[in-house]
T-cell receptor, first 113, second 114 residues
């Protein structure tokens, strides 16, 4: 069975500071990994995904994530936070045999001026 | 493309009433997913379809929930009878038929059962 653990339900950073949101996964087969962002009262929007090509994945809005198989991690980073990055972020996993996404519990990012 | 379309966006109903949520996937997508989001349980899969056929309905809470996909451009999720614990945001998503393919989410239906 697959599972996703997001460490830290709330993360607060200052504008301009590094953003680091943590995600660890558990999968018995090669995973596909995703980061989605959800703004208040909206649906989920894909930030980036890993599908077994390059381990460092660049996404929209300056976000990137690195797949580390040895650590079973897929942490999301952004060098400099903007106020507009305040939202909830979800890490998710799927694999070829099961297309549905298994989500982590989410991390709410707060950006302080 | 207009993206995934869901209706209604908001639904308030009384316990015991039937509720029907609707979804129109992105044209050409082979997979359709229904997820539910609550504070207690987070985002969880209810059911998904491939080419209109249900593949995995293990997330459907109980017999009160049913989902259909009569054609490639329409799906419904029905709750009968509804209960207050069904209050949640219900998302529909669709994707192409490739491993690791992005799922595109609709705006969700916010359901409140009184």
């Amino acid at each position: 069975a697959q599972s996703v653990t997001q460490l830290g339900s709330h993360v607060s950073v200052s504008e301009g500071a590094l953003v680091l949101l943590r995600c660890n996964y558990s999968s018995s087969v090669p995973p596909y990994l995703f980061w989605y962002v959800q703004y208040p009262n909206q649906g989920l929007q894909l930030l980036l995904k890993y599908t077994s090509a390059a381990t460092l994945v660049k996404g929209i809005n300056g976000f990137e994530a690195e797949f580390k198989k040895s650590e079973t991690s897929f942490h999301l980073t952004k060098p400099s936070a903007h106020m507009s990055d305040a939202a909830e972020y979800f890490c998710a996993v799927s694999y070829t045999g099961r297309r549905a996404l298994t989500f982590g519990s989410g991390t709410r990012l707060q950006v302080q001026p | 493309d207009a993206g995934v379309i869901q209706s209604p966006r908001h639904e308030v109903t009384e316990m015991g009433q039937e509720v029907t949520l609707r979804c129109k996937p992105i044209s050409g997508h082979d997979y359709l997913f229904w997820y539910r989001q609550t504070m207690m349980r987070g985002l969880e899969l209810l059911i998904y379809f491939n080419n209109n056929v249900p593949i995995d309905d293990s997330g459907m809470p109980e017999d009160r929930f049913s989902a259909k996909m009569p054609n490639a451009s329409f799906s419904t999720l029905k709750i009968q009878p509804s209960e207050p614990r069904d209050s949640a945001v219900y998302f529909c998503a669709s994707s192409l038929n490739e491993g690791g393919e992005t799922q595109y989410f609709g705006p969700g239906t916010r359901l409140l059962v009184l």
